[in-house]
């Protein structure tokens, strides 16, 4: 029977076991990454990520003068914890497109929160009472992920990769929960390019971990012009 074993190919073992188990075989990409890949990855990080906020430091300054008056008023940016790379959770940051105190006028409504839970954490824009009109135009435009560039800036995240979620959002992962986490979370990533708020859960999982299974620098850049013909589009864009 072993040498029965090691005469199968590595694939034909993996066939074996899926068949038996019904489980997928999990591969962590993470320690096979080369130096170099991860290498130029950070470097291209860091570069993006300063070039990214200075160039558009003027949009920052104007963006902020929409939070002066009306519904808007209050505070520029929009924390909220998510799960990174390896478990670790940390705040990311974006330009508020909800009114103060969004998640307890949501939650206050039971019957909406249902839904929101319901419809794989969101809300058409029409009916979500949390979105202001500035709102609605920087998630149209995607302008309110640039703040995500202080993020990436600082090592929480990378320009491409798995996008961040909330603590409910793991048990949609459930065994590959672990090689999930195994990616740093982009400020871009294959599911944004492939459909973004089109693609819900349980297909978002398989888009997610076939880039994190197949992630390379080719890959990346790949997606990171991808990403700005979807902005330009509004493709999947909510």
């Not at 130029?40 to 200075?54: N, P």
């Not at 349980?202 to 080719?218: M, Q, T």
Request: some cysteine; glycine content about 6%.
């Amino acid at each position: 029977m072993e040498e029965q074993t090691m005469a199968l190919s590595k694939s034909e073992i993996e066939a074996r076991y899926v068949e038996r188990t019904g489980r997928s075989v999990v591969a962590y990409n993470l320690m096979n990454d080369s130096v170099f890949y991860l290498f130029f990855k950070r470097a291209f990080d860091l570069v993006a990520g300063v070039v990214g906020l200075v160039l558009s430091s003027p949009l920052f300054l104007i963006i902020s003068l929409f939070y002066l008056f009306g519904n808007q008023k209050g505070p520029v940016f929009f924390r909220q914890k998510r799960i990174g790379q390896r478990g670790h959770a940390f705040y990311i940051y974006k330009f508020r497109s909800m009114v103060v105190n969004a998640e307890e006028e949501l939650k206050s409504n039971k019957l909406l929160y249902r839904k929101y839970i319901e419809n794989n954490y969101k809300l058409e824009p029409s009916e979500d009472p949390r979105i202001t009109v500035i709102g609605r135009f920087l998630r149209k435009t995607s302008l309110d992920e640039l703040p995500q560039l202080i993020n990436v800036i600082k090592g929480e995240m990378s320009i491409v990769g798995p996008r961040p979620v909330v603590t409910e959002e793991l048990k949609e992962y459930g065994d590959n929960t672990k090689l999930f986490l195994s990616a740093k979370p982009g400020l871009t990533g294959y599911w944004q390019v492939c459909g973004r708020s089109d693609i819900e859960y349980p297909e978002r999982v398989d888009v997610e971990l076939y880039y994190i299974r197949h992630k390379s620098f080719k890959f990346d850049l790949k997606i990171v012009f991808q990403t700005i013909l979807s902005v330009i589009t509004g493709k999947g864009a909510y």
